[in-house]
């Protein structure tokens, strides 16, 4: 089923001014969602941080769904490019494996700690249309295809099929990062937890290599 056009916005804004009145919003979006949380938020109420009439609102927005896409998309493509620039470093400054690992693993953490009551917001409380849905396997799979080629780099035929190590690696480390900005563990900093999930996937790749 075709998700439905209420969760998209109106019309892509062509001018500067339009893209900056949407950019005000959206990130106006991301400031309510996290102070008032998804469900006590209203178009109302971004329009008036964002500093544009309800009217300029809804000329690029129909309703709250469609401005949470927006964001998302936003998000999405903040987590590709800094992946994507991740994965061109390793490659011309030819990091270990290891160091692979520990500035991807890093990145993903800062990435959802950066602003952790609205990840909690946007992956908890807003509602998952198929819009949405859409945006976040999006996301994963631009991610794990970055990914799979940093695998293949390192690992060359140790990896028979870097694709699936790469979607098992992301799938495991952004749940373990989503866990731990909802509900860390007890004395459990940052750094800790980079450490521990870059030797359990070292740990996972390097049993795979042994076994292949």
Do not use: C
């Not at 001018?15 to 009145?21: G, I, L």
């Not at 209203?42 to 927005?61: C, D, K, M, P």
């Not at 996301?139 to 190590?165: H, M, T, W, Y």
């Amino acid at each position: 089923m075709a998700p439905s056009s209420v969760a998209f916005p109106r019309r892509k804004p062509t001018q500067e001014r339009s893209r900056a009145t949407v950019d005000a919003i959206v990130e106006a979006a991301a400031r309510v969602f996290e102070a008032r949380g998804y469900a006590h938020t209203t178009t109302n109420h971004i329009a008036e941080r964002a500093g544009v009439s309800i009217g300029s609102l809804y000329q690029y927005f129909p309703n709250k769904d469609s401005i949470l896409v927006a964001l998302l998309e936003h998000h999405a493509d903040d987590g590709a490019r800094l992946i994507a620039e991740l994965a061109a470093r390793a490659e011309v400054e030819d990091w270990s494996l290891r160091a692979v690992l520990e500035h991807f693993v890093e990145a993903l953490v800062e990435y959802h700690l950066a602003a952790p009551r609205l990840q909690y917001v946007l992956l908890n409380e807003a509602p998952r249309p198929p819009a949405v849905v859409a945006l976040r396997h999006q996301l994963e799979d631009r991610i794990a295809e970055l990914v799979s080629g940093l695998i293949d780099l390192k690992l060359g035929g140790e990896a028979p099929r870097p694709d699936i190590v790469a979607w098992l690696i992301v799938h495991a480390v952004e749940g373990l990062a989503h866990e731990f900005v909802v509900h860390p563990p007890r004395e459990t900093n940052r750094d800790t937890l980079v450490r521990e999930v870059v030797t359990l996937i070292e740990g996972y790749l390097t049993r795979r290599g042994e076994t292949n």
